[in-house]
């Protein structure tokens, strides 16, 4: 049976300080934001995945969108070297817990730096947002490093989002969806198609057909509940305000 292990990371007490960049700074509800971390996780559990909690670091503001610090992909698990400064003492958790699960760890060095929110992976090619976190250096090492598990590495240049995966996700049949007024270049992908709503453009593939998706994309979820997918929301109000996704607060770990 294929592994299905998600690593989540509980939000801290100093979650209202996280970044914000193509946002206005807006108030924080902590306690809210906590419910919906257990919200979310819970979905997660409730559809078959089994969650591993990576130690919580405290002192990081913005550590629960933990899938900025590691990407997987086959047997490997690539430490991230985030492109905010802030942001970089986040990862070193991350190294104990990928490999009590058996993964082969490698990392990206300076002065690469990449955010696993710029790194979207459609069947054996890994989109990768060039941007204001992930840089070209960055891109290479990851590149040589998915190389290793089959995986082909394309550069998309991101300057309208903060992640490639602010901006798009992809469905189970490979089309990349997306949210128009911040793709940058939707002519990168094979496939593309754009959503009614901004959240609507994030998309966790839970299942075969089953689809997580953020409360705040209404629409998009009827939408994708009226071509035959099944659709599972959680309310991530608080996440958002930092520009935070539903991608962003789990790393799905399949194989
Ligand atoms: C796909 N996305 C958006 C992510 N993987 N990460 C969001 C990080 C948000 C955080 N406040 C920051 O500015 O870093």
Redesign the pocket.
């Known amino acids: 049976m294929t592994r299905r292990t998600a690593l989540i990371r509980r939000p801290g007490p100093r979650l209202a300080d996280?970044?914000?960049?193509h946002l206005e700074k807006s108030e924080i509800d902590l306690g809210l934001a906590v419910q919906q971390w257990e919200d979310y996780t819970a979905t997660l559990r409730t559809a078959g995945w089994e969650t591993v909690e990576v130690p919580a670091a405290d002192e990081c503001?913005?550590a629960v969108?933990i899938?900025?610090a590691v990407v997987v992909s086959g047997d490997l698990a690539i430490l991230t070297n985030?492109g905010?400064a802030e942001?970089k003492p986040e990862v070193a958790a991350v190294e104990g817990v990928v490999r009590d699960l058996g993964y082969r760890v490698v990392r990206i060095e300076d002065p690469g730096t990449l955010?696993?929110?710029?790194v979207l992976k459609v069947g054996d090619t890994a989109y990768v947002g060039l941007g204001g976190?992930t840089n070209g250096a960055g891109i290479q090492q990851l590149a040589g490093h998915l190389e290793s598990v089959g995986m082909r590495t394309q550069a998309v240049t991101v300057e309208r989002?903060?992640?490639?995966?602010?901006a798009v996700t992809a469905l189970p049949n490979g089309t990349v969806i997306g949210w128009d007024p911040v793709v940058d270049w939707p002519g990168a992908f094979p496939h593309y198609e754009g959503m009614p709503e901004e959240g609507g453009a994030?998309v966790v593939l839970l299942d075969d057909n089953l689809l997580l998706m953020a409360a705040s994309a209404p629409r998009t979820a009827e939408l994708m509940r009226s071509r035959g997918h099944e659709v599972v929301t959680v309310d991530i109000s608080e996440?958002e305000k930092?520009?935070?996704?539903v991608?962003?607060l789990s790393v799905r770990c399949r194989g």
């Open positions: 996280g970044l914000v960049t503001p913005d969108f899938e900025d985030p905010a942001r955010d696993g929110g710029d976190r989002a903060l992640h490639l995966k602010s994030h996440f930092l520009e935070g996704c991608t962003c």
